[in-house]
């Protein structure tokens, strides 16, 4: 038995432990923690237990203490998965292998700017112009010499997750039309300065054209046999499309050429006028990797966790455009009997 612990992962890795558990040969134990205790993530577990929120010193030690505790045969991290990798020789200390790279490519490719500043002189990853900014006036200026080149432009912070400072900027915004609508990503040039303006220094913020085209994401996994790479273009509902596109896998053999990463990730792209550009390489399992390995009929976490423990696994891939969708459906993640007299 393999004891395998995920710690604070996001509600479809669901789906990556329920593939990481399909073992013909040996049975995989999966312990699980989040902070949200009633995450949905408990019932793919075989263990379950409730995150306290701590500083980074005391995370890595948390850790450390519920391997040793709990006997973690195999980390897979996601929350201060920077953090853990650049610790990782702690955690071999006790034996326990983890599921992330080596702090030397993490570091660079968990920052956006490093990550650009390491492609900018390749000649088969193409990377948008882009400004990186951390004051009100280097961001406008930023913008203005990029507004007078592209139709539109695009920002987040550098150091970000699932694009949730992502923002485009409109320069049509109805104010009052968005009243009545979702809340949006699209925000004004003028409102991004108001709330700038409040600020001597910020972090890090990355100004780059709007890439309108598809996106297109990778899910990648280096092997002794080859390198697993299944591109998906992202619909804009939930529907997405498997195309085997040669340059794209390309570009993606050149980035791993440079990061030569041994665990899953996922690198993502963005066209502009039918060119692919680097958007970002997530040093993780995707939301979406269980839509990639129904598709191509392959187990990219199971192959993960077998390559780490140093077994060789023959893997075959079935390279095929496919449409792929998913349904959401109901769990009961807590019961609570009600006495009626």
């Known amino acids: 038995m393999i004891k395998v612990w995920f710690n604070h992962w ?10 990481m558990k399909k073992d013909v040969k040996e049975q995989i134990y999966v312990i699980g923690s989040n902070q949200r205790y009633e995450s949905v993530l408990q019932n793919v577990c075989d263990e379950w237990y409730e995150e306290p929120i701590l500083d980074t010193k005391e995370y890595i030690e948390y850790c450390l203490k519920f391997c040793k505790e709990h006997e973690v045969d195999v980390f897979v991290p996601r929350r201060k998965m920077v953090e853990i990798s650049k610790n990782k020789e702690k955690f071999y200390a006790l034996n326990v292998k983890v599921l992330v790279d080596d702090y030397q490519w993490i570091a660079i ?56 400072s992502f923002r485009i900027f409109d320069k049509q915004a109805d104010h009052f039309k968005a009243l009545s609508s979702y809340p949006s990503n699209k925000v004004s040039y003028e409102e991004v300065c108001k709330v700038l303006k409040e600020h001597k220094e910020f972090q890090d913020i ?17 092997t002794s046999q080859g390198l697993i790479a299944i591109p998906r273009i992202k619909g804009k509902y939930r529907d997405e499309m498997i195309r085997y596109d040669n340059a794209i896998i390309e570009m993606c053999e050149e980035v791993l050429h440079m990061f030569p990463l041994e665990n899953p990730c996922n690198i993502q792209f963005k066209l502009l006028n039918g060119k692919a550009y680097l958007l970002e390489i997530n040093t993780r399992m995707s939301g979406g990797l269980y839509m990639s390995c129904l598709a191509a009929k392959i187990n990219i976490p199971n192959i993960a966790l077998q390559q780490l423990l140093g077994n060789r696994i023959h893997w075959s891939l079935e390279r095929e455009e496919k449409k792929v969708s998913y349904i959401e459906t109901a769990q009961i993640i807590g019961r609570k009997s009600i006495n009626q007299e």
């Open 10 to 19: 996001f509600s479809t890795s669901y789906h990556i432990i329920d593939l």
């Open 109 to 164: 490719l968990n920052d956006k700017a490093k990550t650009y500043e390491s492609f900018n002189q390749s000649s088969r990853v193409y990377i948008p112009e882009y400004r990186v900014v951390n004051c009100l006036e280097d961001f406008e200026k930023a913008y203005m010499e990029l507004d007078l080149l592209y139709e539109r432009l695009c920002m987040k912070f550098v150091r970000d997750e699932g694009g949730m």
């Open 206 to 222: 990355i100004l780059m054209p709007y890439l309108s085209g598809d996106e297109i994401s990778v899910d990648c996994l280096r």
